[in-house]
């Protein structure tokens, strides 16, 4: 029996093809003591030699012209002194959103495939489409870790299912269930740059202007990157790292420092237009496109800039001025980590990919442009008088802005479309920048074969000298779809190894096989809410992108069969990649009555002392509904009393609390209306029972209720909500107890506002709407349609 076992673990220790790898057998040999016997440690796994480090970034929401080496007008020093030591892909795609590109990237496997098909809130009930990213798609960092590499994320993690994301997890797809021993970052689609909700592996941390009134995401998550590097490099620095950095920049909010700003007044002035045909110009001059390539043309559905007036124009050319400012401040940050990965000891040796967008640049905030982005998702626009008032505040902490779809589709240039739009190279064409001194000399040579975000793990893996695994942690793994780029770091014209692609979001598809590309668009992206079309009645396009790099020229009628043969290859693809059902629902997917959650089905919630963070989706959501809030409190001194006994939101939200010894409750209507009310006196010491109590009476979708206060039963104050928040308060704030984290949802106090008493309980209860059962289904309906989850 002994000598059986000794061969199986030998055996099974030979078997490279799974992981985790098995701990080694005993080598050495025991007698009954010591001074007779022979000790054998197990080694720590060691990285084949010579395996590189390997420094991944991605940057959100950024179209293909938005930096200088590909033609952008906006100055990208930083980026521009990497694409000057490495190499241009101009031929490398996306999936045109933010959690399916993620997914893709960190998996080598199509977006469907591992259930990210959309954004994590917006996950439905179907394979593809589930946001349950399992085990047999394991991820990069998992593979390396498990082959001697150390392995950190920073910045933005948008792939854990939105009922996951809570302090209680669970933390299988959370970034250091996934591999990454170290993360520092938030876990969402977007997050305020001046009060980001931030977690150190899983847990939650406070900084931001409430605690530095200098405070500033980007800047704070390089730091954390620097820190950890040098960390690396002190403690094992001949042991090869694998660095994932995703800040939140570019995706709105446009958070940057006033002074970087104004350095682009007036710098856009020119409009939009202008803006793509200079663009354009300089893409020609750069030979970063081929030099037949077309401009294509503005979609009708969006505004020439001359037609617009004096005021419009002077809004829209701030929202540029502020979008660049953002990016030249990321581009700042991004030159400090690369100065400290050249500052390594294995600087020659280290891999650095830049993916310069996750999709194209974001039409989200609608063809105005928005000064509250979550006003926006909820189905409220702002009016130009608005945007006009914040316009010189734009970037700062007072606005979450969002500039016009038609600036988004301005630094997509050359091609149609934008974000979402995965039909077509607006959606998912991006720059990308390889780098690796030790290997090769790039000095901005172009690239131009066709690869996708499916590419980068199999070229990690091959870099690296790692085969992919059969299985990790016993599951059998899905193969890698996609091939290593690898060859192409020495050989320009090294053959095309990526034939065939899909792309599919919100029902925009498209099918990519040897130059061809069939597209289907299917409605606008900047409306959110509402039916876009059958699918049937969509227009099919084709282009040989080989010769039309641009998509410019449509060849549909003069080429049908070869259209019908790509539709058939679609169809192929779709069912082999779990991409079926279709689905062109956006905002009504927030709301999915199958889809797991703590709160499902309760109508009586208790909470207590020290319960923060909580996610508002998994708090209680009495949004445009009647309920109560009881807080069971304890007060030592009735003219000091203050604090937050419950807040939920930011930028759109509530806050039930205590000021100066009054009670009181602001309702915040995403900044557009602030409703206050305020006790008539102030609480008395020792035990209270305070209460808010809402009467929904609403008949349309926005529309408000009554309100009034109670102090140990008796009403003390009462008012009038012409509006609440119906859908979504926020993309990353939370639910808080006791205080209110990150961006207060008041404007009536400071920082985070901690109570100063005892909080006993805060209690709340559902009602049964006072309307008619037809106007509650209308308004609920009208809610699930509306409801915006960010990515």
């Known amino acids: 029996m002994r000598v059986f076992i000794i061969i199986l673990l030998v055996s099974t220790y030979s078997f490279s093809q799974n992981l985790p790898k098995p701990t080694p057998p005993f080598n050495g040999k025991i007698e009954t003591t010591y ?17 590189p480090n390997v420094l991944l970034i991605l940057i959100d929401d950024l179209g293909f012209g938005g930096t200088q080496p590909f033609g952008g007008l906006i100055p990208t020093p930083n980026i521009d002194r990497l694409a000057k030591k490495g190499l241009l892909y101009n031929r490398f795609h996306t999936t045109a959103l933010c959690s399916p590109t993620r997914a893709a990237l960190l998996t080598g496997r199509n977006h469907h495939q591992s259930g990210n098909a959309g954004i994590t809130e917006g996950s439905t009930g179907f394979p593809g489409y589930d946001s349950f990213w399992g085990q047999e798609n394991a991820a990069i960092p998992e593979i390396l870790k498990d082959n001697g590499y150390n392995t950190a994320a920073f910045g933005k993690w948008h792939n854990t299912p939105d009922w996951e994301t809570s302090p209680l997890g669970p933390f299988d797809r959370w970034p250091t269930g996934k591999g990454f021993e170290r993360f520092y970052g938030f876990i969402g689609g977007e997050t305020n740059q001046y009060y980001p909700q931030l977690y150190q592996n899983i847990q939650p941390i406070e900084k931001g202007i409430t605690h530095d009134p200098n405070y500033l995401l980007t800047p704070d998550l390089t730091n954390e990157a620097i820190s950890w590097l040098g960390n690396q490099n002190s403690i094992a620095p001949d042991k090869p790292w694998f660095m994932y950095f995703a800040p939140g920049a570019m995706h709105s909010p446009h958070h940057a420092p ?11 002035d020119m409009g939009w237009d ?5 663009v354009y110009a300089n893409q020609l001059k750069k030979g970063i496109i081929p030099a037949n390539t077309k401009l294509t043309a503005r979609p ?41 990965v050249e500052n390594s000891p294995n600087a020659d040796n280290t891999m650095i990919i830049a993916i310069l967008g996750d999709n194209g640049c974001s039409p989200e905030g609608g063809l ?197 043969e790509l539709q058939k290859l679609f169809d192929l693809q779709a069912k082999e990649n779990q991409v079926y059902p279709l689905d062109d629902r956006f905002a009504e997917r927030a709301v999915v009555p199958e889809r797991p959650s703590v709160t499902k089905g309760k109508t009586d919630f208790t909470y207590y002392s020290g319960a923060v963070r909580i996610p508002e ?16 409190i304890e007060i030592s001194n009735s003219d000091k009393a203050q604090g937050v006994l419950v807040a939920a939101g930011g930028s759109g939200g509530y806050s ?30 020792g035990k209270v029972t305070a209460v808010f109590e809402y009467t929904h009476t609403g008949k349309k979708y926005g529309e408000g209720g009554t309100a009034r206060l109670l102090i140990n039963g008796k009403e003390v104050a009462k008012g009038v909500f012409a509006h609440v928040p119906p859908a979504r308060y926020s993309a990353t704030e939370t639910f808080d107890i006791g205080e209110d984290t990150g961006e207060p949802a008041s404007t009536q106090y400071k920082d985070n506002f901690a109570f100063n008493g005892r909080i006993e309980s805060v209690n709340f209860k559902l009602l049964p709407a006072p309307v008619s059962n037809e106007v509650q289904a209308k308004t609920q309906q009208q809610q699930k349609k509306a409801k915006k989850a960010i990515e």
């Open 35 to 51: 001074k007779t016997s022979k000790p054998d440690f197990p080694q720590p796994i060691t990285a084949p030699s010579g395996a």
């Open 258 to 268: 006033k002074e970087y700003i104004d350095r682009f007044k007036g710098k856009f």
């Open 274 to 278: 202008k803006f793509r045909e200079e």
């Open 300 to 340: 009708a559905e969006m505004p020439a800039w001359e037609s617009l007036s004096a005021d419009d124009k002077k809004v829209y050319a701030r929202q540029m001025e502020t979008f660049a400012g953002f990016l030249a401040h990321l581009d700042e940050n991004i030159g400090r980590l690369l100065d400290a």
């Open 368 to 564: 105005k442009g928005t000064v509250n982005n979550m006003a926006t998702q909820n189905g409220f626009p702002d009016d130009m008088p608005t945007m006009l008032k914040a316009n010189e505040g734009l970037g700062g902490p007072e606005h979450e802005n969002n500039f016009s779809a038609c600036w988004a589709w301005a630094v997509d240039a050359p091609f149609q479309w934008t974000k979402e739009v995965a039909s077509h190279l607006g959606g998912t064409r991006n720059g990308m920048i390889v780098s690796w001194p030790k290997k090769f000399k790039g000095n901005s040579e172009i690239r131009s074969q066709f690869y996708h975000v499916v590419d980068i793990a199999p070229t990690i893996y091959d870099a690296a000298g790692i085969k992919m695994p059969e299985s990790v942690q016993g599951i059998k793994q899905v193969p890698l779809v996609g091939t290593s780029i690898v060859p192409t770091f020495t050989a320009a014209k090294s053959p095309e190894t990526h034939h065939t692609q899909y792309f599919e979001i919100f029902g925009n598809r498209a099918i990519y096989n040897d130059g061809w590309i069939a597209t289907a668009r299917h409605g606008l992206p900047w409306v959110l809410v509402g039916k876009k079309g059958d699918f049937e009645n969509d227009k099919w396009e084709l282009y040989n992108i080989d010769n039309d790099f641009s998509e410019a020229n449509d060849l549909a009628a003069q080429n049908p069969e070869k259209l019908k």
């Open 617 to 632: 989706g998994s708090a209680p959501n009495i949004k445009a509904k009647s309920h109560i809030i009881t807080a069971n």
């Open 656 to 685: 039930f609390f205590i000021k100066d010894g009054y009670l009181m409750y602001e309702n915040n209507f995403f900044s557009k209306e602030r409703n206050v009310i305020k006790s008539s006196d102030k609480l008395p010491k």
